[in-house]
């Protein structure tokens, strides 16, 4: 090292006392030696986008991605990933709307109408204001009904029941059913005027069938429920309920066949509404029976007269009816009416199968709405007596409270 670089190194590291050594500066960058003398001139926006010259141009998209088959497989993708996401939404969506409470505030019946379809009974839910969507509804039942049907009928839904649950109820068949009641008694035509007036019935009437034939019960249905559904069923009911009876009944009847037989048991139904009585009313008719002796039983005065209808509710019977002729009338005919006078019950059957074994040939009215049975003709008019006297009293105590008395026709003489 010579001694002008040790000089200008010691001069370089000497600092002069106080002061801090300055940091060395960043060099500055070079420029073109035309640069510092050529002045600064701004340029248009459309200069600026071009390219400098000499710099390099942007890379080229491959062949691959320009072709046209690509292009569309990626906007193909990219569509059905879109149609996966939205259709995903709509899943779930509607999965929360299926199972999401009703609009209703109250509870309402719906009725399904037979052979309804899906996207009907959906329509008419909506129309009913029970669902808020019908498409909803609809798809939810194809998605969570399995194969489970509606059933026709009429359905009480609860207030606030979401879709799932409506569509559950309609499966379960779970209907609000409708009582008619055809009492023992009534005729044919009678029970007939009652199926024709309920209002939950639909269909017309059916041929009217013969007398006695049909079921004294109380029928349930649901709305909706067809008129002659419901009368071949009651047909159907009381043929079985005969031939069980007819088969238990005992071997020495006076009775021919099973016409005899219920209608035989007509008219027991008619003499009496007491069940405990019907077997000693029976034996009274099967002992004239077996004596050839007239069976004199009002109720068929009055179904000669009236038939099926029935005698008018102000219409007495007179001493003059007693003595006409008709094919029913068994004051005047031997033995049993052509057919039975009306509908009899299972008591009436049984009591005729199977009637107590007494020697009575007489019973009238004992003014308690039961009656008193006899022996011989003068046991029983004094019965007669009796019950004539009660009708007496029974007048005058009416007539002191201002209404009006009545009679009782129900005896045997």
Not at 163 to 185: A, C, F
Not at 193 to 199: G, H, Q
Not at 329 to 343: C, H, R
Request: glycine share 8%; hydrophobic share 40%; proline share 7%.
């Amino acid at each position: 090292m010579n001694s002008d670089e040790a000089m200008s190194d010691t001069q370089s590291n000497t600092v002069e006392f106080g002061r801090r050594p300055e940091p060395p500066r960043a060099a500055e960058p070079s420029r073109p030696a035309d640069a510092a003398a050529k002045p600064f001139v701004p340029k248009t926006a459309s200069q600026a986008l071009r390219p400098e010259p000499g710099a390099a141009p942007p890379p080229r998209r491959s062949r691959a991605s320009r072709n046209q088959v690509v292009v569309f497989m990626n906007f193909l993708v990219s569509l059905v990933m879109l149609m996966v996401i939205a259709a995903g939404a709509a899943v779930y969506l509607g999965k929360q709307a299926f199972d999401a409470s009703g609009p209703t505030v109250a509870a309402k019946t719906f009725l399904v109408k037979p052979n309804s379809g899906v996207a009907q009974i959906a329509g008419s839910l909506e129309q009913n204001g029970l669902i808020s969507d019908a498409t909803v509804f609809r798809m939810g039942v194809r998605a969570y009904g399995g194969k489970a049907t509606m059933k026709a009928g009429e359905y009480e839904v609860p207030a606030g029941a979401s879709m799932r649950d409506i569509m559950e109820l309609l499966q379960s068949g779970k209907s609000v059913m409708y009582s008619l009641t055809i009492p023992e008694g009534l005729t044919v035509a009678q029970a007939f005027r009652r199926i024709a007036d309920s209002e939950a019935l639909t269909g017309d009437m059916p041929d009217m069938p013969p007398e006695g034939s049909l079921a004294a019960d109380t029928q349930r249905f649901t709305r909706g429920a067809e008129r002659k559904v419901i009368v071949a069923k009651m047909l159907e009911q009381q043929q079985a309920l005969i031939d069980e009876i007819w088969a238990k009944r005992a071997s020495d009847l006076p009775i021919a066949d099973v016409n005899e037989f219920v209608t035989l048991a007509s008219i027991v139904e008619k003499e009496t509404g007491i069940d405990s009585e019907r077997p000693h009313v029976a034996s009274v008719f099967v002992n004239r029976l077996r004596k050839n002796m007239r069976l004199q039983s009002d109720p068929t005065i009055i179904y000669g007269l009236f038939g099926g209808a029935g005698k008018p509710a102000d219409r007495p019977i007179y001493q003059s009816d007693i003595e006409k002729r008709t094919p029913y009338n068994t004051y005047v005919i031997n033995g049993l009416p052509p057919t039975p006078i009306a509908n009899p019950g299972r008591a009436a059957l049984e009591a005729v199968a199977n009637p107590l074994q007494t020697d009575d040939l007489y019973f009238v009215a004992d003014g308690t709405g039961g009656h008193v049975f006899a022996t011989t003709l003068d046991e029983h008019n004094r019965n007669v007596a009796k019950y004539r006297a009660i009708q007496k009293q029974q007048a005058e105590d009416a007539a002191k409270a201002g209404a009006g008395g009545g009679t009782d026709a129900g005896e045997a003489q």
